[in-house]
């Protein structure tokens, strides 16, 4: 199965909110990243939180991280309508490092004007 | 500009007629690797590369080779494509000095008949 699985599948939310995404996995890891992806486009890189880490901010974003939990968050505050599209997180095994990245299933955010 | 690029873009073949979808970069990395997105199923890896001559099998390897001859170049061959390979296929290739972001490309839709 899939290591980072995401929650909620899809969001909806009006612009001016803030979007709140959860991921969560399985084995140990060195660090989590967030990708997003428009529509049919490649991945872009967000953010990369460290296993020693518990809090990352970049702008709007902040990332949390709760290794006891196995499971992150993503929030986006102030959301504009740019901010529509598929938010992936990406795992790397403690073990297998990099070459076994796996991403979730993303959650699918819709801004609405 | 760094980039990873990816050819073609868009392609429908037919059951049978072997294809190749290039990738190249342009950024010295070491790690390359191909990916495919399908619905529901997120990201998943084909095949992987640490280094020039270097591959290994990503989740799906089925029906897919690969070659590296050449440190910025990565293609993907179809021998016998089958429509359960129709999917939209993605390169990324990364650095180990840049920790692990990820650098993808735009995508590749292909339709296989």
């Not at chain 1, 909806?12 to 996995?25: D, L, R, V």
């Not at chain 1, 990243?33 to 709007?60: A, C, D, F, P, T």
């Not at chain 2, 020039?52 to 070659?67: A, F, I």
Request: glycine share 8%; charged share 20%.
């Amino acid at each position: 199965s899939q290591q980072g699985e995401e929650d909620p599948q899809a969001l909806s939310i009006q612009e001016g909110e803030n979007a709140t995404m959860n991921c969560s996995y399985k084995t140990s890891i060195n660090n989590l990243q967030w990708y997003r992806q428009n529509s049919g486009r490649g991945l872009v890189h967000l953010i990369l939180i460290r296993s020693n880490e518990r809090e990352k901010h970049s702008g709007r974003l902040r990332v949390t991280l709760d290794t006891s939990k196995k499971s992150s968050s993503l929030l986006i505050t102030a959301s504009r309508a740019a901010d529509t599209a598929s938010y992936f997180c990406a795992t790397d095994d403690i073990y297998q490092g990099a070459q076994k990245l796996v991403f979730g299933q993303g959650t699918r955010l819709t801004i609405n004007p | 500009e760094a980039q990873v690029t990816q050819n073609p873009r868009y392609l429908i073949t037919v059951t049978g007629k072997k294809l190749t979808v290039t990738c190249s970069q342009n950024m010295n990395h070491e790690y390359m690797s191909w990916y495919r997105q399908d619905p529901g199923l997120g990201l998943r890896q084909i095949y992987y590369s640490m280094n020039v001559e270097v591959t290994d099998k990503g989740d799906v390897p089925e029906g897919y080779k690969v070659s590296r001859k050449e440190k910025r170049n990565f293609p993907l061959i179809l021998e016998s494509p089958s429509p359960n390979q129709t999917s939209l296929y993605f390169c990324a290739s990364r650095t180990y000095s840049s920790g692990n972001t990820i650098y993808f490309g735009e995508g590749s839709w292909l339709t296989v008949v």
